[in-house]
């Protein structure tokens, strides 16, 4: 905790703003409530696969309740651009740029004139992350203008975190590793069974996934 306060204290003496990419699962909630007592404004940034979903909407404005002084913003998935690119899915179309994270990221800074981003990324996600957050330590976890402030935690302390500050679980699609919306049969029989509208929108914009449960339904009755 003594070294999240003092990459957050250390962002607050550049900056009374900050925007905080929330993808609504618990990292970025944690991070959120963390930071949200201290800076006069904060843009929370989401980012879809398929916008408009219902039980998605259902937590931004939950967000926006508990978190009342907050700014939410909702921009397409840097991934997003690989999938129509490369057609999961759907038609592919070669005109389409791809984009990373980073280009989110300087997209945002430029239409909120605020300069620093949080993420709520941790050593304890993987060895991709391990590595790269290892290497800005010394910088108190800021680094090219984004800061890390769950960086040492563990998945028990982020728990621990939510428990106390009484944050309700986000949303699972299974009982696997917590994972965003995606093309995936975890999420597709949850939708079915929990927001069967939210499926159709989807199937709306990426027809060819209907597949998904297809294959699924037809491999249960062999």
Known sequence: MEQTHRTIDAVRVSSDSVIVFCSLGKDSLVTLDLIY????????????????????E???NWVKTRYPKVEFMQVPHW?????LRGGLYC???????LIKLADVIKAIRLKTGIGIALLGMKKADGMNRRLMLKGYEGENYIHNGCAYPLADW???????YMK????????????????GTGFNIDCFLWLRENFPQDLQTIYKVFPMSERILFEYDNAQKK
């Open 37 to 56: 007592p201290k800076f006069n404004r904060i843009v929370c940034v989401f980012m879809y696969f398929v916008p408009h979903l219902e039980h998605i």
């Open 58 to 60: 259902n937590w931004v």
């Open 79 to 83: 991934n997003l651009s690989y999938i």
């Open 91 to 97: 038609v592919p179309n070669p005109k389409v740029k």
């Open 154 to 160: 563990t998945q028990k302390d982020v728990l621990a």
């Open 164 to 179: 106390q500050a009484q944050l309700p679980e986000p949303i699972r699609y299974s009982l696997k590793a917590s994972s």
